[in-house]
């Protein structure tokens, strides 16, 4: 069967290779997606095309050059693009730069602090989430367990495997945790995929 749904990969200044990488793969293994790779120019660029896609997919990487890449006319786009309807996913920094502030390993030489203008999930996306974490190595990599109840109010348990660690070794605690157990709820149907442009998945703190 042909793939019936368009997945973007943001590859721009801040985006990890290896993470980019095991993105587009991921996507294009599911089966469900034609995907392609999205620049920052390309978002800030008067060719609006990219806004037709079903889901935009930021990688880990560093969220500051998001910020900067994107600038303010590039994230309101991103967030314009939400608002109608179209799916943000991010993992590791793009999910730091879709939050409402950032405090990532504040007081150490790491320390990336302020305020960001996504705000998808309203509340301060803190970590990293383990101690340890180094960009230039795999140290810090865990795979962590989260409890949440879904939407019949059974308690479920999702794993973060190891085989996603390069994405996820500087994973978020959102405060409060209530808000990333809704956001779980809401998308754990894999059913649910073909109506990704339906869900509006801004996120009250």
């Known amino acids: 069967m042909a793939p019936t749904l368009v997945g973007l990969v943001y590859n721009g200044p801040g985006a990890s290779v290896r993470s980019v990488h095991s993105l587009v793969r991921s996507l294009e293994r599911c089966g469900e997606f034609t995907v392609r790779t999205v620049s920052a120019t390309e978002v800030t660029s008067d060719d609006e095309s990219w806004r037709s896609a079903d889901l935009f997919v930021f990688p880990g990487g560093a969220d500051l050059p998001y910020v900067s890449a994107l600038g303010p006319v590039g994230m309101q786009r991103i967030r314009s693009y939400v608002e109608q309807g179209g799916v943000y996913l991010g993992f590791c920094a793009g999910a730091y730069f879709a939050s ?37 190595s795999e140290r810090g990599a865990v795979a962590a367990k989260i409890k949440y109840k879904n939407v019949a109010g059974e308690l479920s348990t999702l794993c973060a495997l190891a085989l996603f660690h390069s994405l996820t070794r500087a994973s978020v605690c959102y405060s409060p945790i209530r808000s990333l157990a809704r956001s779980l709820a809401r998308s754990r149907r894999v059913d649910d995929v073909p109506r990704l442009r339906q869900r509006r998945p801004l996120l009250d703190d």
């Open 100 to 136: 409402g502030a950032v405090s990532f390993e504040a007081g150490t030489k790491l320390e990336v602090v302020g305020e960001r203008h996504l705000k998808f999930y309203r509340g301060t996306a803190a970590g990293a989430a383990f101690p340890g974490f180094d960009y230039e």
